[in-house]
């Protein structure tokens, strides 16, 4: 097994991805990295001897957080992002990680990688931590914006494959991201796909309000890329919020920040369990091959929990399983049910 | 001027209500005020003499929490909600205020009340606190769940005029709920509309990310309802779990127990900040009169906020200011402008 790692994209990069695959490399001596970025840059961050399994793709060119996704990886053929997913494509690496543009990824995934066989629209699926339980995978949370019913379907299908298969979550319970949890209630895509789900032979639990979308209810919650994104936004900017507004009460005066001492460790765990670097890769669902997007912020941890994944992604034939499900197991054929 | 208020819905009903009438009669000794709901119960609960603008009329019936709206609107016309409706729609009374179901205020105001002239659909629009600024205005929370581009600038076009003469906000900054702060982004709806609110007059300061979203960087956010409803609640959700969570960390030991009563005060001020009964009513903008969704576990100071909030719609004239706005002031026509 080959992983490919775009060693140039994140905010800690190249530090954190090396890091994180020279850790997961003596973890795993069976496994293959191909780092994939400038060399000298990669090298003077480990400076110690690199283990055979470990080997470097020199690129000079990187696709910054700013650009035009689609347009950026059609003009930087080379950069490090678009040479990784196209060992992906050539069947030179099972899969590849990156911690760079998530619009980026998308898109090379989608330009370079290609889509998975009977997928229509892809979907990317962090997993977001819950206030209790082991957290919700949360698909999608911004590949796929205007998703129809059929769209809403698959990315259920594979975020409850992947849920099983590779986060070891028995019989993932699906829920659909609803504003009220009777079956009539959303906008009419919501209407529409209730039905099919409660069909599909997934463990559909029903509509999932977003109250309760951090309560550890449904191990993955459907909706489309634009409601995704704004949720996974939305949490981060509530958390730093609130752990900003928090910080001023700590510090507010003596007394205050004699108390914020005695606090700090179990404030540091909370604000840690709602850190994204926590879970590890977000995977790019629907392409065919091994994608994962790891956090921008990721450091060696949170890279060698990505790396987990995308190791975990091809021991287990996802792109084979998910193939499968979509074509002849949960999901009917897109002819016989579509109006 | 006349206010009616359905006294029958709410968690602390009829007594925050009957409680936040009286505090507001003397504070505005010039506005009616027609109780309408269980007169013996409300008498109960203020064993007082009242003030001759207060007034009471009777119903038995009351539509509760967990009915279908729409149909509990038709088959009760002669509960609290729908005849405080009827008052609106019939000029016996200017504004109404309710604490009862969302779903059912909203079938009031729609079925009964009736929509303003112009309008194709109307906009829940709740003041959200924010962590810096005076909170931020949400159109639609709720209301519409399937939004055009039409409806999404008739949102902003009303919450802007509410924002401006309502809460006092001089020139709202209008912002449109999105995934990105580039023009580009978004689904279909997002793209469509935000060329046109850029020409629509209004002081449109372009997309605002969810992130972004609490920060205080725009008076108004304009979004579909689905996404409206499920940013509503997500907030509540991550507050409640956050400050759950802090709770625990709070009360894990002696030392915990210490600090926490010194910074007791200081964090029930940071909760009651993101106590949405601070922030009053919620407008139900499009409909022909004034109608004010009070939060439902308000007390009466909250009820008495979403009163000032209908005794200052009424008074700034804001059906005949908006039916305007939209007619020939920053809206064009539709039929010009619709593909």
Chains 1, 2 share one sequence.
């Not at 920040?257 to 926590?278: C, H, I, M, Q, T």
């Not at 949960?330 to 049910?337: G, K, L, T």
């Amino acid at each position: 097994m080959r992983i490919a790692i775009d060693v140039m994209g994140g905010d800690l990069a190249p530090a954190a991805p090396v890091q994180g695959v020279l850790a997961m490399a003596s973890e795993r001596p069976d496994v293959s990295f191909v780092l994939v970025g400038d060399e000298v840059k990669m090298r003077a961050v480990a400076d110690v001897p690199w283990p055979r399994q470990v080997t470097v793709l020199h690129t000079d060119s990187v696709i910054e957080m700013d650009e035009e996704p689609a347009r950026a990886v059609r003009r930087k053929p080379d950069s490090s992002l678009v040479t990784a997913a196209r060992l992906v494509r050539d069947g030179e690496a099972d899969a590849m990680v990156s911690a760079g543009s998530t619009g980026a990824l998308v898109a090379a995934g989608l330009l370079v990688v290609g889509r998975l066989r009977g997928i229509h629209r892809p979907a990317l699926a962090p997993v977001l931590p819950t206030f209790s339980g082991n957290g919700v995978m949360l698909a999608d949370a911004g590949a796929t914006m205007d998703a129809d019913s059929h769209n809403l379907l698959q990315f259920a299908v594979m975020a409850s494959l992947y849920s099983q298969h590779v986060l070891g979550i028995a019989n993932p319970r699906v829920g659909l991201l609803n504003v009220g949890t009777e079956p009539g209630k959303g906008n009419a895509v919501c209407k529409e796909v209730y039905g099919r789900l409660a069909a599909s032979g997934l463990n559909f639990t029903g509509n999932v309000e977003a109250r309760e979308l951090l309560s550890g209810a449904v191990d993955v919650a459907v909706c489309d890329g634009f409601v995704g994104n704004v949720v996974l936004k939305l949490i981060e900017g509530v958390g730093l919020g609130l752990f900003g507004a928090l910080r001023e009460v700590l510090t507010a005066g003596m007394a205050q920040k004699l108390a914020g001492a005695v606090l700090k460790p179990s404030l540091v765990r909370l604000r840690n369990r709602f850190d994204y670097a926590e879970y590890g890769g977000a995977p790019f669902l629907g392409v065919a091959g091994g994608c994962i997007k790891a956090h921008g912020s990721s450091d060696a941890r949170a890279w060698r929990s990505a790396l987990r994944q995308a190791v975990r992604f091809v021991e287990q034939d996802m792109v084979q399983k998910m193939a499968q499900g979509l074509a002849h197991g949960v999901e009917p054929a897109r002819e016989e049910n579509d109006k």
